[in-house]
């Protein structure tokens, strides 16, 4: 430094930076987000410039780095398949490389920057999460809840699972059966740390990561599955487990595929934890800025988080855009701290991952009955032409005008899901025909522009049918439905499609039992699997006494077969 400058000033600017750099590293712990979303934040901190994210990549204290670099977008870990290369008007590049996969939150390219702050810290000074005996007994903390026996069974098995010590690091080497069974549950096995016995099995799903992505995934972290069939409450049951690790100075993430899930829930945790209340992130929520230590957020908002929550539930993990998406998977382990854990919250896991709860091999616990404790409505079969041909004829065998008949007379509204688009307004069209006089009929699908608008009536009971698409089979409950599938053997109903369809019939208490009906030309496998595992959480809160003792316990299989 010469004498010529003015030695205070300089000094008083470089401490300056040297504060703002530090703010900037910690506003920026757990995080992975792009320049500019990292100025936005640091703005909103009053860290906000590039000479202080300079600094602090300089002390260590964070990563800068290019966001697309060596053919692979660094913020969502896909690969060339996924990278666009085009003229850049921001670098004058004629093939800048921008990721196609991650675009939804802000394009990742190569001439941007990703920058990656330290790993969020748990507890007072970073000392990391306090052991769960601090806390009082479970038993007593569950209790707080309100929640039913069967509720509070799972969620105890759940607690029991976070609060248990970490396992030893994983042991080495290949057991050739285990490690083609965690193939056959890839991507779901992404997510999953399996117990020391399998360790093996995990080393062989790492490898197998890195053969078919070629770069290092992140490492799984302990997961926990709880396996709540439709109308359970599953929300209830994660409360006590975000209270263990919150009050233990811990971070909890909730992610769930649906926006209107966040919104529906972020009040519900509001009240829950008045003292950590939560932060909503979505695309566009006003949120965005802000930090806590509970983090309610759709699943994509994952990506922007890098070893970050002590805790991450996650929401029906089986369904879109979840399902199946490497990617997102990925995102999830990444944005676990050292020693997370995992909890996967579902009606209807993939059968991958029931394979393996069933083995042993994942630990869970199954909420087997309904929060009203009344049998799930198990469905019927119905032998029926494909619905396309029965709209052209104009008429429908008298065993589904009849069954249909039947719960319009008993006051019901109907689901009617058809497999495909085409065939929602012909099918409409047939039911208006059959049914004049018993109330209007509407069809939807993901095309609708008036779709949101139709759900709404059809709540308001000014809409007495809906065909639908399977886009309905998951998030609305209509009190005293009742539930049609049509073409139930198309491939478009699996399983789990079928379990939740079903899923709409019986969820009020006053109205628990409904009826549900598979119309196909043919039993599918996926249609007597369904009913299987229907029948099977029946039996299960049976014999638990989870049903009060004045319901339908046995309601038999009929079919027209
Ligand atoms: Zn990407
Ligand atoms: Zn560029």
Known sequence: MTAAMPRHGSGGAAAALARAACAAARALRGRALLRGEAQARLAAAG???????????LLGRLRLGGAVAAGRC????????????????????SRCASCQACLALGRSRECGLLVLGMPAQAGRGGAGLAPPEQLPPAAERLRRWGLSPAQSAAAASALAFLERPLQPPPARGLRPRLAALVRAALPSAGLLRLPPLHRGATAAAGRLFRRTRRHKPAEPHPSFLLWAVTGAGKTEMIFPLLESVLSR????????????????????????????????????????????????????????FRESFDLIVLDELDAFPFAGDAMLHEAVARSGAAGSRTVLLTATPPPSLQRLARLGRLPHAKVPVRYHRHPLPVPRLLRTPPALGMAAAGRMPSSLRQAMARSLDRGAQLFVFVPAIRSAEPVARLIRKLFPDRGEVAATHSQDPERADKVVRFRQKQLRMLVTTTILER???????????????????????????????????????????????????????????????????????????GSASSRRFHSTF
């Open 47 to 57: 860290a906000g410039s590039d000479a202080a994210l300079q600094l602090a990549a």
């Open 475 to 549: 998030g609305v409950t209509i009190p005293g439905s009742d539930v049609f599938i049509l073409d139930a053997d198309s491939r478009i109903f699996d399983e789990a499609s079928l379990v939740q369809s079903a899923g709409r019939a019986g969820r009020s208490a006053a109205d628990p039992q409904g009826f549900v009906w598979f119309a196909a030309a043919s039993p599918s496998a996926s249609q007597k699997r369904a009913i299987r595992q229907i029948r099977l959480m029946n039996r299960a809160a049976r014999k638990a006494g989870y049903l009060l003792s």
């Open 74 to 93: 660094r913020r969502c870990g896909s690969g060339e398949a996924q990278l666009l290369r085009t003229a850049c008007g921001a670098c004058g590049s």
């Open 249 to 304: 100075g811990g971070r909890a993430l909730v992610a769930t595929p649906r926006r209107d899930v966040v919104l529906e829930l972020e009040p519900r945790l509001r009240r829950a934890f008045p003292d950590t209340p939560p932060v909503a992130l979505y695309g566009g929520s006003p949120q965005r800025g802000e930090d806590g230590r509970l983090t309610l957020a759709t699943t994509h908002q994952l990506l922007r």
